[in-house]
């Protein structure tokens, strides 16, 4: 019979979840799960990254590691203006970028764009979002700001399914922080952070190994009941 940790190495040993990450910033989320990649501790493969920020440093960061990248950046090269690239041009070079990848899962790490529903539906996988705050509750931008503001006393981010509806997707998982009403929006948003650098590996890898599965969570099927209710939550103060 295999010890606990022959039986936890031969079930990493099946196929790697195929992971395309969309971003527009600096990619410190991406980095994590690049990490977690190459140390073994996440069963997936990032078979792709889609910019929509051409000098994003999320882009070098997957460069650095070997990863494909795409960017279909908002501003039209050459254009003074400053025009954007309509977002029906953006979705339909990242469509053609993700069927040609065909990822089991799609992640939105720090993408700050809004996608219609065509486009969410079409895809061929999954998507996740993370955002910072405790959803329902922050839905948009700003949510350190509005969080110190309220004078709430708990704050966190969120990881949930993608839907047509901005930030309303069903909740999987959240990370949880006490507020510090002497700190400013900038250190909540920086102690956020690193919530989302555990809780984003977190939740690839319940996805990965079946526990959380987006289809059944999607469908109108009964939850288990031998399972918890959604979201799941952690409690990481620091
Ligand atoms: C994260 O704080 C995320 O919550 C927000 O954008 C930020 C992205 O950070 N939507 P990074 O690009 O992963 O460093």
């Given at each position: 019979m295999p010890n606990i940790s022959q039986a936890q190495s031969s079930s990493f040993d099946s196929k790697p979840l195929k992971v395309a990450v969309l971003v527009s910033g600096s990619g410190s989320n991406l980095q994590v799960l690049i990490d977690a990649?190459?140390?073994?501790?996440?069963?997936?493969?990032?078979?792709?990254?889609?910019?929509?920020?051409?000098?994003?440093?999320?882009?070098?960061?997957?460069?650095?590691?070997?990863?494909?990248?795409a960017v279909f950046s908002h501003i039209t090269e050459g254009d003074k203006a400053g025009k954007r690239m309509g977002i029906k041009t953006f979705e339909r070079h990242a469509t053609a970028q993700l069927n040609e990848w065909q990822p089991d899962l799609i992640v939105l790490a720090g993408f700050m764009r809004v996608l219609s529903g065509d486009f969410i539906h079409s895809a061929p996988a999954p998507m996740i979002n993370?955002?910072?705050?405790?959803?329902?509750?922050?839905?948009?931008?700003?949510?350190?700001?509005?969080?110190?503001?309220?004078?709430?006393?708990?704050?966190?981010?969120?990881?949930?399914?993608?839907?047509?509806?901005?930030?309303?997707?069903?909740v999987l998982t959240q990370a949880m922080?006490?507020?510090?009403?002497?700190?400013?929006?900038?250190?909540?948003?920086?102690?956020?952070q690193q919530l989302e650098h555990q809780i984003l590996p977190w939740t690839i890898l319940l996805i990965a190994q079946g526990v959380l599965n987006l289809e059944q969570i999607n469908s109108d099927a009964k939850p288990s009941p031998y399972l918890p209710a959604l979201p799941l939550k952690l409690w990481l103060d620091n």
């Open positions: 990649m190459q140390a073994g501790s996440l069963p997936i493969e990032i078979v792709g990254v889609i910019s929509n920020v051409k000098d994003a440093y999320a882009v070098t960061r997957a460069q650095q590691a070997n990863i494909k990248t993370l955002h910072p705050s405790l959803l329902p509750k922050y839905k948009g931008l700003d949510t350190h700001q509005r969080v110190l503001e309220s004078g709430d006393l708990y704050h966190g981010c969120s990881v949930h399914l993608v839907t047509a509806e901005l930030d309303a997707g069903q922080l006490g507020v510090n009403k002497q700190q400013t929006a900038e250190v909540l948003q920086s102690r956020v």
